[in-house]
């Protein structure tokens, strides 16, 4: 009983996410929602994201946290629309949460929209929210057995970033395990390692999702029903 | 519809937890719930607790994971007891889950027990499991604005660790901020500062430990209702 109501819960959240999802790519906007633990470095990198993207698209970010808007303001501070989503004790963002908050937002210019989910390595991995892909950060700090333990996190991705790489050779993290670990339960997973403070791989991740954001606007002008 | 039957979920683990509570405490054992993100070093912390109590006092482990039984595989190879309980999907521990479990341990001579939760710092705040208080713990390397993001882990722990302190000079972690963070929410929480690997702090924490330990065997042999 308790399970198919979290079914329903799930089902009721993912219809809405359809709808956000048709609603963002007819607009042309590559949509990522971002996963991982908290303090694994998501607001962080998307910072950093930011500032390379300045004048090569047009961004903006939708942030969730369970309490505080303090992402919000490190966002604006750097000169970036952020619109900030408490879940008051949520696990995990959902589709009518990003709906509400995509009312702030001037979609028309919009080109890549960021999502940063609640710090959190397993209930967000169930949620859609209108997104194109999922993105999985997993830190060096946090340790190289995070995929096996954490599965669905891993499994729902279409990217995973490894973060903190500077600080790799003060960790007992081993680079080959986690990938190994992380493409075992997903083959198909695009693996970026990344400092983001340094700066280290920043600019393979970003030319990789101005090349997916590029596709996404090139699929608007195809007929309906096509893609390249 | 949705709150409610939340509620009464967490109503029906927390009668499981109070019997726990009340088996464990008559057996005179001091139990650890230990929360934090993933990767946070949980399970470094308890098994270095551990190989310090050795002698010192009669511990065990139940571990928690979504997946995988790598920690109980840790804890085995250091030769101490260990239960591993897999949530499959789920993202905190219940009081029938660690019911279950401590049916494989030896109770009658147990001291320490800690219990290991998954790895998230949102859902295992409100779930009881029948232990005398909660651990959370907090990296350096996970930055120093969890407590406020996360305030239901902090308000629901009787101490806070902050790991990995080892590693504060390469991080921009301000250790006065978290600790006011934490204590804005919680001004009760006892706090350490502990490097696991490196050793600094673990003294102080396993003393306050053990001193913990001997008063609830203490408290046991009073008349009923009787608490030092």
Same mark, same amino acid.
């Given at each position: 009983?308790?399970?198919? #109501?979290?079914?329903?819960?799930? &089902?009721?959240?993912?219809?809405?996410?359809?709808?956000?999802?048709?609603?963002?790519?007819?607009?042309?906007?590559?949509?990522?929602?971002?996963?991982?633990?908290?303090?694994?470095?998501?607001?962080?990198?998307?910072?950093?994201?930011?500032?390379?993207?300045?004048?090569?698209?047009?961004?903006?970010?939708?942030?969730?946290?369970?309490?505080?808007?303090? $992402?919000?303001?490190?966002?604006?501070?750097?000169?970036? $629309?952020?619109?900030?989503?408490?879940?008051?004790?949520?696990?995990?963002?959902?589709?009518?949460?990003?709906?509400?908050?995509? $009312?702030?937002?001037?979609?028309?210019?919009?080109?890549? #929209?960021?999502?940063?989910?609640?710090?959190?390595?397993?209930?967000? %991995?169930?949620?859609?929210?209108?997104?194109?892909?999922?993105?999985?950060?997993?830190?060096?700090?946090?340790?190289?057995?995070?995929?096996?333990?954490?599965? %669905? %996190?891993?499994?729902?991705?279409?990217?995973?970033?490894?973060?903190?790489?500077?600080?790799?050779?003060?960790?007992?993290?081993?680079? &080959?395990?986690?990938?190994?670990?992380?493409?075992?339960?997903?083959?198909?997973?695009?693996?970026?390692?990344?400092?983001?403070?340094?700066?280290?791989?920043?600019? &393979?991740?970003? &030319?990789?999702?101005?090349?997916?954001?590029?596709?996404?606007?090139?699929?608007?002008?195809?007929?309906?029903?096509?893609?390249?």
């Amino acid at each position: 009983m308790e399970i198919r #109501l979290a079914e329903d819960l799930m &089902d009721a959240n993912n219809r809405v996410a359809a709808k956000l999802k048709s609603h963002l790519s007819k607009k042309g906007i590559l949509t990522l929602n971002f996963l991982s633990s908290p303090g694994a470095g998501k607001t962080t990198l998307i910072e950093k994201t930011l500032q390379r993207l300045k004048g090569l698209a047009k961004t903006a970010v939708i942030v969730g946290d369970v309490q505080t808007s303090r $992402d919000k303001q490190r966002f604006e501070e750097g000169g970036f $629309d952020a619109v900030q989503i408490n879940t008051e004790g949520g696990c995990h963002l959902t589709a009518p949460m990003v709906e509400k908050a995509l $009312d702030s937002l001037e979609l028309d210019a919009l080109e890549i #929209l960021f999502i940063e989910n609640v710090g959190n390595l397993v209930c967000p %991995a169930g949620f859609q929210l209108g997104e194109d892909m999922k993105v999985v950060l997993l830190s060096t700090t946090e340790g190289d057995d995070k995929p096996g333990k954490y599965p %669905a %996190a891993f499994f729902s991705a279409q990217a995973m970033i490894i973060t903190k790489i500077d600080l790799l050779a003060l960790t007992n993290f081993d680079l &080959d395990f986690a990938k190994k670990d992380a493409l075992r339960i997903n083959p198909k997973l695009k693996i970026f390692e990344v400092s983001s403070l340094k700066g280290e791989g920043m600019v &393979d991740w970003v &030319d990789w999702l101005l090349h997916r954001a590029k596709r996404k606007r090139r699929d608007l002008k195809l007929p309906d029903g096509c893609t390249l």
